[in-house]
């Protein structure tokens, strides 16, 4: 058992110095200095203001906030994502039920390895949410106020994760109506206050982003007809599950790594059915990531790998649950009686065999997450460092900035004395708010804006 512990010690002591290093050497891209710039130039209700435009809630900005307050620059926003994902590393590691193969490849996973961990945005703080939430499962009802303030937490980080906590609450709701007589007035009154925890979560959640379907200027400006949507949700989950998968390998192998990977989820997928509240949370999940990420909003790297780990984390949850009984089907086909015996062979050892398809299908990941690593730090992943250390030795600070680009966002992490003005967006940027901001988009717009600039 020491050595055991030794072992996963030395594991995490190595992921945590390989993201360190991969960190310090990441440029800020523009979702990362946006967040960043966000809670630098706006106070707390301000933030919240601003969340309509952003289309997401304001924990990770909240937390961005903290570090600012006390003084920190640029440099922390790496190391805040660093520190979270070696926190998650320690709690996979050392806490969760699941066998060292699994632990291991959850860590050596794209989203583990780089597109969450070394991109310093909201996701780090899912990945934590969700392994406590794994962890606390089993013993949830023991736990209750610290099982809905985890589950609040997680509805603040990203809109994506609605689904998961709308089905996390509605069991909590299930279980509170069926204990309700069989515990004590004491216990009831925990139980009662975790499940207000997570109601004011979602509460929170909803609230900052009213109207923000209309103001953000990505899904304002989508047009959604029955086909574009329906279209949209049945090929999501070939998007998703490739977007966490594939390495952009060009060829044949880029497209036998996206295929196996997606059969693989499918078996595990229906291995699972048999797991019955793992399965409804597992289906509830998937419908509404697929919803949002597939059809409202759109697929990265980063929202495959949480997908597929989020999945991952959805089997450890349920871990501990009982196998229900399900009476077998009379199949006169031979060629699906051969189909259903495998799955009948793998049935009988469901907890392995799901154990080892999702551990195989992390390892699917870890060619991507290399890659991007090995680009990374070898090139420049963004050259917003270097292009904004050339304005601020080259460019004197009366003269205007602008930007035809996104790339305003990150060079104004690194240049906070600055504001640049935008030709995309139309305006002078600062983060101070959006209703102060210079719109318009003619030229006279622009002149006016450097008029005030000067």
């Known amino acids: 058992m020491k050595k055991q512990a030794v072992v996963k010690l030395f594991i995490l002591v190595a992921y945590s110095a390989l993201i360190f290093i991969l960190v310090i050497n990441h440029e800020y891209w523009f979702d990362e200095g ?9 106070d707390v209700a301000e933030i919240f203001a601003m969340m309509k435009y952003e289309g ?44 060292l193969y699994l632990q291991v490849a959850l860590l050596l996973s794209s989203g583990m390895l780089y597109t969450n961990s070394v991109i310093s945005r909201v996701y780090c703080v899912i990945y934590l949410l969700l392994a406590v939430i794994a962890l606390l499962y089993p013993c949830r009802k023991k736990h209750p106020v610290l099982f809905g303030l985890t589950v609040a937490l997680l509805a603040n980080t990203h809109i994506c994760m609605c689904g998961m906590v709308g089905i996390i609450g509605i069991f909590m709701l299930v279980d509170f109506c069926g204990d309700i007589k069989s515990v004590s007035l004491k216990q009831n009154v925990f139980n009662v206050l975790g499940l207000a925890i997570a109601g004011v979560g979602v509460v929170m959640l909803v609230l900052p982003l009213l109207g923000s379907f209309g103001a953000n200027c990505f899904t304002s400006s989508k047009q959604f007809t029955f086909k574009s949507v329906a279209t949209s949700f049945f090929v999501s989950f070939q998007y998703i599950t490739e977007s966490g998968i594939s390495p952009n390998i060009s060829g044949i192998l880029n497209i036998i790594l996206s295929l196996i990977a997606q059969l693989v989820l499918i078996t595990a997928i229906i291995l699972l059915r ?19 990420i597939g059809v409202i909003w759109y697929t990265l790297p980063s929202r495959g790998s949480l997908f597929l780990y989020t999945i991952v984390m959805i089997y450890v949850m349920g871990s501990a649950e009982e196998t229900a009984g399900f009476s077998e089907l009379k199949i006169s086909s031979k060629a699906l009686r051969s189909i259903v015996s495998v799955f009948k062979h793998l049935d009988d050892k469901t907890d392995k065999s799901v154990f080892l398809i999702f551990t195989a299908l992390m390892l699917l990941s870890v060619p991507s997450g290399i890659k991007y690593a090995v680009e990374d730090i070898s090139g420049e992943f963004d050259p917003s460092k270097a292009t904004a250390e050339f304005i601020r030795n080259n460019v004197s600070e009366k003269t205007l900035l602008v930007s035809r680009g996104d790339d305003y966002s990150a060079l104004l992490t690194y240049l906070p004395e600055r504001s640049i003005y935008s030709l995309t967006n139309e305006r002078l940027y600062s983060y101070c708010s959006h209703e102060t901001m210079p719109s318009g988009g003619d030229i006279g717009t622009f002149i006016k804006a450097a008029e005030d600039f000067d």
């Open 274 to 292: 048999k797991k019955r509240r793992t399965f409804i949370v597992l289906l509830f999940f998937m419908v509404f990531y697929m919803v949002l």
């Open 34 to 42: 946006q967040a960043w710039n966000i809670a630098r130039d706006n």
């Open 56 to 99: 997401h809630p304001p924990l990770w900005h909240l937390i961005l906030k903290v570090f600012i307050y006390f003084g920190c620059s640029w440099r922390a926003l790496g190391l805040v994502s660093w520190g979270i994902m070696t926190l998650t590393a320690g709690i996979i590691l050392f806490c969760l039920p699941i066998k």
